[in-house]
């Protein structure tokens, strides 16, 4: 459970240098894990880095190894990115570079299995975010249930002032222990930013931590929903 809330230590508010660990489960058994890192590389440089691996059945039927990196400036506004995404029989890697004076962002993907290499630039706000500098600037804000902002966001593909709603108060019961929290919805499938139909629930600690206590995607046949849950957070 997270270090933090079971010790009741909370030296301030978010942000602060930290790295989270997540339990992924799809269809009742763990799937995988997601670990979340970050810290400030400057006084006004934060880095964030993402690593999901797949688990054990999962990793028979479709092997996950995925490094996620991104830059970004106090606001999370994002500088750059990078991803190395290996899952099945894909193996790319990508790239984001923003240009706030400009407001442009290019994005190439190479296909290390077929060598192609693609690219695209975009018009974007000279600050957005891409998805997990979009996350951390939502646990800076306090958004109360009934209330709703739209946020920059791109992937470097399709850019969007993605809507995020704050829905409800809701306790949520990880190993045991409960944590109040505010559930938000982030419209970001159904041709928002991925094409796919889906919706994309978050759940965030109703405290200064802001801590994303809970995620989960929720997609059509085949794959159906995907839940993220915070397993240990520590404070660095």
């Known amino acids: 459970?997270?270090?933090?809330?079971?010790?009741?230590?909370?030296?301030?508010?978010?942000?602060?240098?930290?790295?989270?660990?997540?339990?992924?489960?799809?269809?009742?058994?763990?799937?995988?894990?997601?670990?979340?890192?970050?810290?400030?590389?400057?006084?006004?440089?934060?880095?964030?880095?993402?690593?999901?691996?797949?688990?054990g059945v999962v990793t028979r039927l479709y092997e996950v190894h995925d490094d996620y990196e991104v830059r970004a400036d106090e606001k999370f506004c994002a500088a750059t990115s990078t991803l190395r995404a290996q899952e099945g029989k894909r193996n790319r890697s990508s790239t984001l570079n923003f240009d706030p004076a400009g407001k442009k962002v290019h994005y190439e993907e190479h296909d290390l299995v077929t060598n192609h290499v693609t690219n695209h630039e975009l018009d974007i706000p000279a600050c957005t975010h891409e998805i997990a500098g979009a996350l951390s600037a939502l646990r800076t804000l306090t958004l109360e249930p009934g209330k709703s902002i739209q946020l920059p966001l791109t992937d470097g593909k399709r850019f969007a002032m993605a809507r995020i709603e704050a829905q409800e108060k809701e306790t949520i019961v990880v190993d045991g222990k409960s944590y109040p929290t505010i559930r938000y919805e982030a419209y970001v499938f159904d041709n928002v930013i991925y094409s796919r139909k889906g919706r994309l629930n978050i759940w965030l600690t109703d405290d200064a931590d802001r801590l994303p206590i809970q995620m989960r995607i929720r997609l059509g046949f085949p794959i159906y929903n995907i839940t993220l849950i915070l397993e240990k957070q520590e404070k660095l």
Not at 19 to 32: D, S, V
């Open 1 to 55: 459970m997270p270090d933090s809330l079971a010790d009741g230590e909370n030296p301030g508010r978010f942000p602060y240098r930290e790295k989270l660990h997540y339990r992924i489960e799809w269809r009742l058994i763990t799937a995988g894990t997601a670990d979340v890192e970050l810290a400030p590389i400057s006084s006004h440089t934060w880095e964030t880095k993402i690593k999901l691996e797949s688990a």
